[in-house]
């Protein structure tokens, strides 16, 4: 398969799952379509072309392809595969971690409208948002009397 189709393909894929999170009432059916056919999906995408990777970086050798310097991390994303599965990579945690802050809010009881710029901090620069989130839900649980 075509390294550009895919990363359109996955793009979408967590356009959509984002929108969800983010618009749509989060029913335990949405919770369970984002995992599996959100970050189930990305993670099965990113096993097949890691594999595709890891037998480029076999016979790579030293000054090649390898996770031992910068110049090795350069040299995987110098392709289209690697960039790809770099993408996808970040895209399945990303997703996960908005997951995991969806189900956190609403178990805080923590206003869907100060989740949601979370949650797009999240898409757009994952640790951001995380760290936002990490700021945001202590407090606000303590008030609340829900902190877990």
């Known amino acids: 398969m075509e390294p550009a189709f895919v990363f359109k393909a996955i793009n979408i894929l967590a356009l959509v799952a984002w929108?969800?999170?983010?618009?749509?009432?989060?029913?335990?059916?949405?919770?369970?379509?984002?995992?599996?056919?959100?970050?189930?999906?990305?993670?099965?995408?990113?096993?097949?072309g890691?594999?595709?990777v890891l037998s480029a970086l076999i016979p790579a050798?030293?000054?090649?392809?390898?996770?031992?310097?910068i110049a090795g991390v350069r040299a995987i994303f110098a392709s289209d595969v690697g960039v790809v599965v770099g993408w996808t990579h970040y895209l399945a945690f990303d997703l996960?971690?908005?997951?995991?802050?969806?189900?956190?809010?609403?178990?805080?009881?923590?206003?869907?409208?100060?989740?949601?710029?979370?949650?797009?901090?999240?898409?757009?620069a994952g640790p951001l948002g995380l760290g936002a989130?990490?700021?945001?839900?202590?407090?606000?649980?303590?008030?609340?009397?829900?902190?877990k």
């Open 50 to 52: 890691l594999i595709g």
């Open 133 to 147: 989130w990490l700021l945001i839900r202590e407090p606000a649980a303590r008030r609340a009397g829900r902190f």
């Open 61 to 69: 050798g030293e000054g090649g392809a390898n996770f031992d310097s």
């Open 19 to 48: 929108a969800a999170l983010i618009l749509l009432p989060r029913w335990p059916a949405l919770h369970s379509a984002l995992t599996y056919l959100g970050v189930g999906l990305l993670c099965l995408i990113y096993s097949g």
């Open 96 to 124: 996960f971690v908005g997951l995991w802050i969806a189900r956190d809010g609403d178990a805080k009881t923590i206003s869907r409208f100060i989740q949601a710029p979370v949650l797009l901090a999240t898409f757009m």
